[in-house]
């Protein structure tokens, strides 16, 4: 529970926002992307940047390379899109007009929502957390944005950051645990835009409803990765691989559990193997020698994981890689199950972990069965060179995105909308839909000349045929 001190400084921080959201609402194009600027300017200096790597590292133990790739990396494609693109997102948007509204303009004007919360997750803590705040600035609001606390080197990176280079009442990171995160949703915020766990985010729309506000939730779920007999086993594995062990598998697109068909079944594997040693054991005995394997973020998540993982095999399920662990050092090794069943508790939950589980398929019509008998995944990935079974498999389905014959990189284009549907999320960011996103369309019907006191009492005859005739031809 929030002391009362707490409480009252974050309400202080939101009536200190709200005050300012007006002035905010009418920044301009011009105004808005300098404040992008100052974040791209903020992370191009080399001291700053060696920080980063140097608080994701001490949280994840994760490789500069991989915080390039899929924290900074990714984020300076995003302020640089926005910067482009925002004088365009800005301008009304004109739509058509119905012939019986003849003597009017009608269009789509975009408006801040207001005072935002963003909170953010521990998995990617800077890319979750500067996106949406990339839009959210884009779009005209004020932010107040936490971090995770479970990640609190970076968290403490952005509070120096954000201080920095913004004034409280536009945007202000607040830092802390469940608490401080209660008091937070207590407040009315415009638009709430949350990342983590379907759990969690069921949490937040609950207390968001207690003030109507709108939700962004970018939730997970169990995204799985189908094999076809039609692909190249040796690139597909290691795609694979890739994609599941980035950040030590703790990614939210993350495959979550392979479906490979039956005849593929021990080449895959095999394939999987031989990935493992070209990427991690080159020169090394073991991957937890390798400087390019992240790991787990805390003892409590390395303990869920390695719970998932003895469940699964006290309940039959076979390592076929990997399976090693270290809970001084939090290290899961990349590993392999096969013999999975669904009843397993690894089939239950999201991984979040480098452990993938292995299921064999011999129709596509078992691969629809076992996907549909699930929530919604975020993504659904595909590896096949089948146009058709490609597109069985889209139209009997439903995901946040799809991406076919490689992994994670449909995040990296934001022409691309992303989010999930329903489990696995609600609403679309990033690129125009994040602005949307963050933006009220507030429509307007504006006449022009004219006017229709044909429609004015009092009525008769003559009105009905003519209203029939113009909203049933027209």
Same mark, same amino acid.
């Given at each position: 529970?929030?002391?009362?001190?707490?409480?009252?400084?974050?309400?202080?921080?939101?009536?200190?926002?709200?005050?300012?959201?007006?002035?905010?609402?009418?920044?301009?194009?011009?105004?808005?992307?300098?404040?992008?600027?100052?974040?791209?300017?903020?992370?191009?200096?080399?001291?700053?940047?060696?920080?980063?790597?140097?608080?994701?590292?001490?949280?994840?133990?994760?490789?500069?390379?991989?915080?390039?790739?899929?924290?900074?990396?990714?984020?300076?494609?995003?302020?640089?899109?926005?910067?482009?693109?925002?004088?365009?997102?800005?301008?009304?948007?004109?739509?058509?007009?119905?012939?019986?509204?003849?003597?009017?303009?009608?269009?789509?004007?975009?408006?801040?929502?207001?005072?935002?919360?963003?909170?953010?997750?521990?998995?990617?803590?800077?890319?979750?957390?500067?996106?949406?705040? %990339?839009?959210?600035?884009?779009?005209?609001?004020?932010?107040?944005?936490?971090?995770?606390?479970?990640?609190?080197?970076? +968290?403490?990176? %952005?509070?120096?950051?954000?201080?920095?280079?913004?004034?409280?009442?536009?945007?202000?990171?607040?830092?802390?645990?469940?608490?401080?995160?209660?008091?937070?949703?207590?407040?009315?915020?415009?638009? %709430?835009?949350?990342?983590?766990?379907?759990?969690?985010?069921? %949490?937040?729309?609950?207390?968001?409803?207690?003030?109507?506000?709108?939700?962004?939730?970018?939730?997970?779920?169990?995204?799985?990765?189908?094999?076809?007999?039609?692909?190249?086993?040796?690139?597909?594995?290691?795609?694979?691989?890739?994609?599941?062990?980035?950040?030590?598998?703790?990614?939210?697109?993350?495959?979550?559990?392979?479906?490979?068909?039956?005849?593929?079944?021990?080449?895959?594997?095999?394939?999987?193997?031989?990935?493992?040693?070209?990427?991690?054991?080159?020169?090394?005995?073991?991957?937890?020698?390798?400087?390019?394997?992240?790991?787990?973020?805390?003892?409590?998540?390395?303990?869920?994981?390695?719970?998932?993982?003895?469940?699964?095999?006290?309940?039959?399920?076979?390592?076929?890689?990997?399976?090693?662990?270290?809970?001084?050092?939090?290290?899961?090794?990349?590993?392999?199950?096969?013999?999975?069943?669904?009843?397993?508790?690894?089939?239950?939950?999201?991984?979040?972990?480098?452990?993938?589980?292995?299921?064999?398929?011999?129709?596509?019509?078992?691969?629809?069965?076992?996907?549909?008998?699930?929530?919604?995944?975020?993504?659904?990935?595909?590896? +096949?060179?089948?146009?058709?079974?490609?597109?069985?498999?889209?139209?009997?389905?439903?995901?946040?995105?799809?991406?076919?014959?490689?992994?994670?990189?449909?995040?990296?284009?934001?022409?691309?909308?992303?989010?999930?549907?329903?489990?696995?999320?609600?609403?679309?960011?990033?690129?125009?839909?994040?602005?949307?996103?963050?933006?009220?369309?507030?429509?307007?019907?504006?006449?022009?000349?004219?006017?229709?006191?044909?429609?004015?009492?009092?009525?008769?005859?003559?009105?009905?045929?003519?209203?029939?005739?113009?909203?049933?031809?027209?």
């Amino acid at each position: 529970m929030a002391s009362a001190t707490l409480t009252t400084d974050l309400q202080q921080l939101f009536e200190r926002q709200k005050a300012h959201a007006l002035q905010q609402a009418q920044t301009t194009a011009d105004e808005r992307i300098e404040r992008l600027r100052r974040i791209e300017q903020y992370l191009n200096d080399p001291t700053h940047e060696a920080d980063l790597i140097e608080a994701l590292r001490k949280d994840f133990r994760k490789p500069a390379a991989e915080t390039l790739i899929s924290e900074t990396g990714v984020v300076f494609q995003h302020l640089k899109f926005a910067r482009q693109h925002l004088r365009r997102w800005m301008r009304p948007e004109r739509v058509a007009t119905p012939l019986v509204m003849i003597g009017t303009r009608n269009y789509i004007h975009f408006e801040p929502k207001g005072v935002c919360l963003i909170m953010a997750p521990w998995n990617y803590p800077f890319n979750l957390s500067i996106l949406p705040l %990339i839009y959210a600035i884009a779009a005209g609001n004020t932010v107040v944005l936490k971090p995770s606390e479970i990640s609190d080197h970076t +968290s403490a990176y %952005i509070r120096q950051m954000i201080s920095t280079l913004f004034p409280p009442e536009e945007v202000a990171v607040v830092e802390g645990d469940v608490a401080v995160a209660t008091a937070l949703l207590d407040l009315p915020f415009n638009h %709430i835009f949350f990342t983590g766990s379907p759990a969690v985010g069921k %949490i937040v729309m609950k207390a968001a409803s207690r003030h109507l506000s709108s939700v962004t939730l970018e939730l997970g779920g169990k995204s799985p990765a189908i094999i076809d007999p039609s692909v190249n086993l040796k690139k597909a594995a290691r795609q694979t691989l890739w994609g599941k062990c980035l950040n030590a598998g703790q990614t939210c697109i993350a495959p979550d559990y392979l479906i490979v068909h039956r005849s593929l079944k021990e080449d895959f594997i095999e394939a999987y193997r031989v990935a493992v040693r070209d990427f991690y054991l080159t020169g090394r005995e073991t991957v937890a020698d390798s400087p390019d394997f992240a790991r787990i973020i805390s003892d409590k998540h390395f303990q869920r994981i390695k719970g998932l993982l003895d469940d699964a095999v006290g309940k039959g399920a076979r390592v076929e890689i990997g399976g090693e662990t270290d809970a001084a050092t939090r290290y899961i090794a990349p590993t392999l199950l096969s013999e999975v069943t669904e009843e397993m508790e690894i089939m239950q939950e999201e991984i979040f972990g480098p452990v993938m589980p292995l299921l064999t398929y011999d129709t596509a019509e078992d691969i629809i069965e076992l996907i549909n008998r699930r929530p919604k995944p975020l993504t659904l990935y595909i590896q +096949s060179k089948r146009r058709n079974f490609i597109r069985r498999i889209m139209q009997n389905t439903s995901a946040g995105g799809t991406v076919i014959n490689d992994y994670l990189l449909g995040y990296g284009n934001p022409n691309l909308p992303f989010g999930g549907v329903n489990n696995s999320g609600i609403g679309k960011s990033l690129g125009a839909h994040g602005f949307r996103e963050f933006s009220n369309e507030r429509g307007v019907n504006h006449r022009i000349f004219g006017e229709v006191s044909f429609l004015f009492p009092p009525y008769g005859p003559r009105l009905n045929t003519l209203v029939n005739f113009l909203f049933k031809r027209f």
